[in-house]
Nanobody
Framework: VQLQASGGGMVHTGGSLRLSCAAS????????IGWFRQGPGGGRELVAY?????????????TYSDSAKGRFTISRDNAKNMVYLQMNNLKPEDTGVYYC????????????????WGQGTLVTVSS
């Protein structure tokens, strides 16, 4: 699967952005899609991921990093092969390049679990 992230930009503290991840090729319905952030001089950190889960009402499980909980919402539209990351109440420490990535694992909580990566989109949050 090929992925392309978009929607980044520059906002002030407290602002919001919505990132989009467009997938081409195989349908993403059975894939786990994650969002990662790479801050200045740092590695890629998992922000959130969405997985298929046959035991939940909507068939999905969404998982967030501690810093993202309560502020970010990950969602997916399998029909459009799209995944989104709604980011609210942004903070300067959220600054970085955001990547979306795909995994065949249901529990994909580390960068090493992901095999397909898109080009990132830059998010800059000014104080």
């Amino acid at each position: 699967v090929q992925l392309q992230a978009s929607g980044g930009g520059m906002v002030h503290t407290g602002g919001s952005l919505r990132l989009s991840c467009a997938a081409s090729g195989p349908k993403i319905v059975t894939l786990t899609i994650g969002w990662f952030r790479q801050g200045p001089g740092g590695g890629r950190e998992l922000v959130a991921y969405t997985s298929r889960d046959d035991f939940t009402r909507d068939g999905l499980t969404n998982t967030y990093s501690d810093s993202a909980k309560g502020r970010f919402t990950i969602s997916r539209d399998n029909a459009k092969n799209m995944v989104y990351l709604q980011m609210n109440n942004l903070k300067p420490e959220d600054t970085g390049v955001y990547y979306c990535a795909a995994s065949g694992l249901t529990r994909a909580s580390t960068r090493l679990n992901y095999g397909s990566w898109g080009q990132g989109t830059l998010v800059t949050v000014s104080s």
